[in-house]
């Protein structure tokens, strides 16, 4: 007789909620600041530690993201949250760091087309200009991570090859980044990707921390996480209500959403210290607010301990 396997999952993980930037980027409809910070507070409440507050791009780039500043500078009382801000070049940087910001993120892409989408250069060309913002960074002692945007597919080239992210991955390295993101931006990842080449990653740099940040296109992005989980990590992206999507990567759609995921990851016996009731209320006040959500199984169905009357037939079963 086979002995059973046991399925061995981390006692807890580390969520990022990063709705403020990657799921208010992609509303067309301008969020004024004073709502945007209410949401970032009552996200507060709810135990999250991480947020991903904004973005420092050019107005033009992204229009509703042009009140970053004000953003930061209305929630930096708030205690026990660490902000960290996506930024795309040096002048964002700057302006991050005048803001107040202690924790910086690159954006990076893993193919040339989705970067040039996005940034109007090669990989290569992009990664490179990142050594002055990590150098300016330094000398405010200010934290630099890195990411990797459509690293499990691109829209435009398909699946990427392991060789150009442990490429890319290398540079990082010689940078002197030991924090990197990996972004399933357009959904096209699958459970066995995901473990692979988690798995090659953590072998090849053991010294570095990799993030899963997960969109849920394609409705994979929970099985994406429990095969992170399988190999260890515990730092993952989510979005309030499911919002998000990339603006330069077609069909994109929203993240796995922060209350599916705390409560995914709760029902497995895993450990976020983000308490799920004021969550999926936040969720509610989110969908409310802006008008809809980008898909929410919790607003949707409410969590698997919610249970309802039994049917007036079946009374004698509880007598």
């Known amino acids: 007789m ?3 396997q046991v399925l061995t999952l981390p006692a807890k993980a580390i ?9 208010f980027q992609a509303e067309p409809e301008w969020i004024p600041t004073e709502q945007k ?29 042009k009140d970053a500043e004000e953003v930061v500078r209305q929630v930096q009382d708030l205690e026990g949250i660490k902000l960290r801000a996506l930024v795309p070049n040096i002048r964002g940087t700057q302006r991050a760091i005048d803001a107040g910001i202690k924790k910086l993120k690159l954006m990076l892409s893993a193919t040339d087309s989705h970067s040039l989408s996005n940034a109007n250069c090669l990989v290569e060309e992009a990664q490179e200009g990142f050594k ?10 200010v934290k630099v991570g890195g990411s990797i945007s459509v690293a499990f597919g691109c829209p435009f080239e398909g699946k990427v090859p392991l060789e150009r992210i442990v490429t890319i991955v290398e540079r990082y ?27 090659h990653l953590k072998e090849a740099f053991s010294h570095m921390t990799f993030s899963m940040h997960l969109h849920n296109t ?6 994406n996480a429990v095969a992170a989980l399988q190999q260890g990590v515990i730092h993952f992206d989510s979005s309030i209500a499911g919002l998000g999507g990339c603006p330069y990567a077609p069909g994109a759609t929203g993240n796995i959403a922060t209350e599916d995921l705390v409560h995914a990851f709760s029902e497995m016996g895993i ?7 004021p969550l999926i209320r936040v969720a509610g006040y989110v969908k409310e ?13 409410g969590p698997s301990s919610q249970l309802h009357a039994r049917p007036k037939n079946q009374q004698k079963l509880a007598d």
Do not use: W
């Open 132 to 141: 002055p913002i990590i150098e300016l960074a330094e000398k405010h002692r």
């Open 218 to 223: 394609r409705g994979m992005a929970l099985a």
């Open 37 to 65: 910070v209410r949401i970032v507070r009552e996200l507060a409440k709810t135990g999250i530690q991480m947020m991903e507050i904004t973005s420092f791009v050019h107005p033009k780039a992204i229009p509703q993201l």
């Open 289 to 301: 607010t802006l008008g809809h959500d980008g898909g929410s199984c919790m607003l949707q169905a």
């Open 15 to 23: 969520i990022c909620e990063v709705a403020p930037r990657d799921g």
């Open 173 to 199: 390295k010689q940078m002197g980044i030991d924090e990197i993101s990996l972004a399933d931006t357009t959904g096209m990842a699958n459970p066995k990707q995901v473990f692979d080449l988690l798995g």
């Open 271 to 277: 450990e976020t210290g983000i308490q799920l009731e």
């Open 2 to 4: 086979n002995q059973a």
